[in-house]
């Protein structure tokens, strides 16, 4: 990946919002908007360690319609073979990295009558990015969203402001489980599903 194929970011706001998953917000260094992006889009994260160089992909979960700033989120994985371990542990407020152009392989079908997305624990985060594009809309849409426990719920304030009748959530520290077969045979017509999680 060439500078020219890149876009230098600086990390302007770092929140944990649970025990395993870090929420980054980035922006240009000289303040310029960011390149525009839909729900759904992710963009590769150039990661320089002492030992290697990391690319990740982040599915980006700040609102399409504001270019002012990045938002990705990374759950430290353990057995990782280092980026999430580098996002955690090195990056602090006025890092620097590198981003690849927003790229979207998961985005909403403009023909639907319906959108019905299931979300598995840090699956939440492309979602953030298409409520986004669906608040204000005529398609009338729906998340499912599961985790393992309440303290892992990454941004469910942030899905509760906005979207609390839409928003039906499954924890299984509670034995909740996503009835899969119910929920898809009372969908009307049209609905297209979207998944996105840990199996």
């Known amino acids: 990946m060439s500078g020219e194929q890149t876009i230098d970011v600086v990390v302007k706001a770092i929140e944990q919002v649970t025990p395993l998953i870090k929420h980054f917000t ?4 000289g303040g310029e908007a960011l390149p525009a992006f839909s729900g759904g889009s992710h963009v590769i994260v150039v990661m320089r360690g002492e030992a290697r160089v990391h690319r990740n992909p982040y599915s980006l979960l700040s609102a399409p319609h504001n270019l ?4 990705i989120a990374v759950r430290r994985m353990e057995e990782s073979r280092g980026g999430s371990h580098y996002m955690h542990d090195q990056l602090k407020v006025g890092s ?3 981003i690849a152009h ?3 392989l998961f985005g909403l079908d403009k023909i ?3 959108h019905l997305m299931i979300a598995g624990g840090i699956g939440i985060t492309p979602f ?3 409520l986004e594009d669906l608040h204000g809309g005529s398609v009338p849409y729906e998340l499912h969203y599961s985790v393992r426990s309440p303290e892992h719920a990454a941004f469910l ?3 509760q402001a906005r979207d609390l ?3 039906h959530m499954y924890y299984d520290s509670e034995k909740q489980v996503i009835d899969v077969e119910a929920l898809l045979s009372n969908q009307p017509l049209g609905t297209h599903i979207y998944v996105c999680g840990p199996a």
Do not use: D, G
């Open 165 to 167: 009748e839409r928003v």
């Open 102 to 104: 927003p790229v979207n």
């Open 128 to 130: 953030l990015a298409q």
């Open 157 to 159: 304030k942030r899905l």
């Open 112 to 114: 639907a009558r319906k």
């Open 96 to 98: 620097r990295l590198e």
């Open 68 to 71: 002012q700033h990045y938002e």
């Open 26 to 29: 980035l922006t240009s260094p």
